[in-house]
């Protein structure tokens, strides 16, 4: 079977539209989802044109073509799907990678005994990638974006270099599209199965540190019980949460971002030292962007990870310090989460503040604040006393 072949202006082209496509993928993942989209379809366009066309396995062109063809395909197939996602175009991408990996891993069982190694590894490593692809596409941006870009990067250069030779050949024409020397492409094999299987670790990785669904104390009771703000529904102690402090976990009454009552879940965190005598002052953590699930409340994290993440955590105990951190509203608690809304965000932390005044007495939350701080912060919730008892606390 004739091999096709492109002249070498048309490979240059290629090879550096395939450059600067992946550059921009790898340093620019996280640009505006349009942008990314279209950059993810380009690269598939392109690494399906490469494929197509470059030099790989003498034995059986007719594989590099239907792999080609697979790619093209998908990117095709996913620019003129209405209404893109993320979520679609990984499963395009997903499947063409999946497919085209396993017929590569089937050419290394039949094909000339040079390439069979080099083959299954290039084959299983598409297949990784594809597979998560296909079953993860929450990791879509990092894994199509940042490690595909590397990957179509690379494909650029190999393109270049290839046309050049064609353009200016070395010894004679038909060197000019010779593969390359074996250990190179083996090399390159091995890189792209390290880089799956790393792929496949960060993954786990990421997974691994996810906080759990929300158990039963995040469950709102219904009816809500009656109460003003900061009412705790119920609490908890958080082990081991750190040296020298007791945090509780609790569920305490707030207003939503529909100005009507709900309840929000969040930390008091209070040092184990005697309280001075003109009482604790209070400092409120606002968590900043965690995701917008319930499961993405930061109360849900294991407490001495959480505790070792909170800034200068161990300076406000020493001080003497209360310090809360509410998990807003949807957090933790069942959604929505209004993401950015600041009167919900302000009446959360504000009443969090409320419940560390109510917390159940022990030693450790007697003469819990000073009267100034209690004063703003049992009054009516308001934009006002917010800003009173920023300026406070």
């Known amino acids: 079977m004739p091999r096709l072949r492109l002249p070498w202006w048309a490979s240059l082209l290629l090879g550096v539209a395939c450059v600067l496509v992946g550059a921009l993928l ?44 697979l790619l093209i395909g998908a990117a095709v197939l996913a620019a003129l799907w209405p209404g893109l996602t993320l979520r679609s175009l990984a499963m395009f991408a997903g499947a063409a990678l999946l497919i085209g990996g396993i017929v590569r891993v089937g050419l290394a069982l039949f094909g000339a005994r040079e390439e069979r190694l080099m083959l299954g590894l290039r084959g299983l490593a598409h297949a990784i990638f594809g597979a998560l692809a296909l079953t993860l596409p929450a990791v879509t941006v990092l894994l199509l974006a940042v490690v595909f870009g590397l990957y179509v990067f690379a494909l650029g250069i190999r393109e270049i270099a290839a046309a050049l030779a064609q353009r200016w050949p070395a010894t004679d024409p038909a060197a000019a599209r ?14 792209a199965v390290l880089a799956a299987l790393g792929a496949v670790a960060f993954v786990a990785a990421i997974r691994g540190a996810q906080p759990g669904a929300p158990g039963p104390f995040y ?53 184990d ?49 209360v310090v809360t951190a509410t998990d807003y509203q949807g957090l933790g608690t069942p959604g929505p989460h209004p993401y950015l809304v600041g009167a919900s965000a302000a009446a959360n ?32 919730s308001s934009p006002a006393s917010w800003r009173r008892v920023t300026r406070l606390n």
């Open 26 to 69: 790898t340093v620019r993942p996280f640009q505006s989802l349009t942008v990314l989209l279209w950059l993810i379809i380009g690269g598939l366009m392109l690494s399906g044109l490469h494929t197509l066309f470059a030099n790989a396995t003498d034995s059986r062109p007719w594989a590099e073509r239907l792999i080609g063809v």
């Open 178 to 191: 010779r593969p390359w020397p074996y250990r190179i492409r083996l090399a390159g094999a091995i890189g």
């Open 219 to 271: 469950a709102l009771p219904a009816p809500l019980p009656a109460g003003a703000p900061g009412t705790i529904v119920r609490s908890e102690p958080v082990p081991n949460f750190f040296p020298g402090a007791t945090a509780f976990r609790v569920l305490y009454l707030s207003t939503g971002y529909d100005e009507q009552p709900t309840a929000v879940s969040g930390l008091i965190i209070v040092p």
């Open 273 to 321: 030292s005697p309280p001075p005598p003109a009482g604790r002052k209070v400092v409120a953590w606002t968590h900043g962007t965690v995701g917008v699930a319930s499961n993405c409340g930061p109360s849900l994290i294991e407490g001495a990870r959480y505790g070792a993440a909170l800034p200068a955590l161990e300076q406000l105990l020493a001080a003497g310090y």
């Open 349 to 380: 932390a504000l009443d969090n503040i409320r419940a560390a005044i109510n917390l159940p007495a022990a030693p450790p939350a007697t003469n819990l604040l000073s009267g100034a701080s209690r004063r703003a912060a049992t009054r009516r």
